[in-house]
């Protein structure tokens, strides 16, 4: 699975959009794009997933850049309760695999009131 | 909230006993995940179970052992505990269908080991 890179920590006041980036230069076409935030003791939490088209739900927006080597994930108004680890994450899509979701450090998001 | 549930919430343990953990997965869902995180990292991926049995593992030693049972509850046991051990061990639970799959994770096991 392809390595992703992430700011260690950001910054956004409640109410703005957050903004958070991940590079994933060595991605390959077959591979997708997840996104799972962890607030503090408790278990991640799916957010959204993409393969190149961008996509949005409920929670988030994900934006995939056209050489889908980097990607940003939204929280358009932020709220104290966005404050979490996220984590971004980039594996296939197989159907007899293992599901495997490789880790990295994550950013840590700080709402601030 | 996931559906997917997991017991102990708290666990201590002296090293050397042995554990186990148990995980319920969400509805509908016939895959479970484990996963092992420590303070201040990401969760690692120790195993995945399907149709009951071991279907991908990580680098983890085979003292990590796990069982899934017909109603797709899991559980992770470990023997053996050493001090290491100690961490939030997370169930994750997902459908093993064509395409992209998200997991849901439960709220942890936070193991002990003294």
């Known amino acids: 699975d392809a390595k992703t890179t992430q700011p260690t920590s950001m910054d956004c006041a409640e109410g703005r959009a957050a903004n958070l980036p991940c590079n994933h230069s060595?991605?390959?076409?077959?591979?997708?794009v997840y996104w799972y935030r962890q607030i503090h003791s408790q278990g991640p939490q799916y957010i959204i997933h993409?393969?190149?088209n961008n996509e949005t739900n409920e929670m988030a927006s994900l934006i995939i850049t056209e050489d889908r080597k980097s990607s940003t994930l939204i929280l358009p108004h932020a709220t104290l309760r966005d404050t979490a680890v996220y984590y971004c994450?980039?594996?296939?899509?197989?159907?007899?695999?293992?599901?495997?979701?490789?880790f990295g450090q994550g950013t840590r998001l700080t709402i601030n009131p | 909230e996931t559906g997917v549930t997991q017991s102990p919430t708290h666990l201590i343990k002296t090293r050397g006993q042995q554990v186990t953990l148990r995980c319920s997965s969400q509805?509908?869902?016939?895959?479970v995940s484990w996963y092992q995180q420590a303070l201040g990292q990401g969760p690692q991926f120790i195993f995945q179970?399907?149709?009951?049995?071991?279907?991908g593992r990580g680098n983890f030693p085979p003292r990590f052992s796990g069982l899934q049972f017909p109603n797709y509850s899991s559980e992770l046991n470990v023997n053996a505990l050493e001090l290491d051990d100690s961490a939030l061990y997370l169930c994750?639970?997902?459908?093993?269908?064509?395409?992209?799959?998200?997991?849901?994770f439960g709220p942890g096991t936070r193991l002990t080991v003294t």
């Open positions: 994750a639970s997902s459908s093993l269908r064509e395409g992209p799959r998200e997991q849901y």
């Open positions: 060595t991605i390959s076409g077959n591979e997708y």
């Open positions: 993409g393969l190149k």
């Open positions: 994450i980039v594996r296939v899509a197989e159907i007899q695999g293992a599901q495997k979701l490789v």
């Open positions: 509805s509908g869902h016939n895959t």
């Open positions: 179970y399907y149709r009951e049995e071991e279907n």
